[in-house]
């Protein structure tokens, strides 16, 4: 192989190593987007109906899971409600909502892959939530 020809291929491989993110982030990267494959599903199955597609609920009846204070000021919350339903009050992004959700029947690992779609579709960005995190919580 001609010395130039190796120049430029060793000069191409660095290129390429150093514009690779390091594989933890590709791993995690890979775990979260197939985790919130999963919960993609879940979400369709279980909490579309009343939360809609886009996750902005119903005016007055149904409260918002897009960008829901909910989700950001304690996830146990959501991992209670989810587990064991929700009756009465509650309040989302400082809206009062009124009614009844029945619980819903998931693995640990379900739990997390829905509230892993939920917390990181529609803008939101949040941290990878596994199914010993929802195990501590329940």
């Known amino acids: 192989m001609d010395i130039r020809l190796k120049k430029n291929v060793l000069g191409l491989l660095v290129a390429i190593l150093i514009s690779c993110p390091p594989v933890s982030q590709v791993m995690a990267q890979s775990s979260l987007e197939s985790s919130m494959t999963r919960g993609k599903l879940i979400y369709r199955n279980e909490c579309m109906i009343c939360h809609a597609g886009n996750g902005e609920g119903l005016v007055r009846a149904f409260p918002p899971l897009a960008n829901s204070d909910y989700f950001e000021d ?20 400082n809206e009062t909502y ?7 029947k998931l693995s640990n690992q379900e739990l997390a892959d829905v509230l892993n779609y939920i917390r ?11 199914a010993n995190d929802i195990e501590k919580m329940r």
Do not use: F, H, Q, R
Not at 74 to 93: C, F, P, R
Not at 120 to 129: M, R, Y
């Open 98 to 104: 009124y009614g009844l959700m029945d619980p819903i």
């Open 120 to 130: 990181n579709s529609w803008g939101g960005k949040a941290t990878e939530l596994t």
């Open 74 to 93: 304690d996830i146990s919350k959501a991992v209670e409600a989810i587990s064991n339903g929700l009756e009465g009050e509650i309040v989302v992004n």
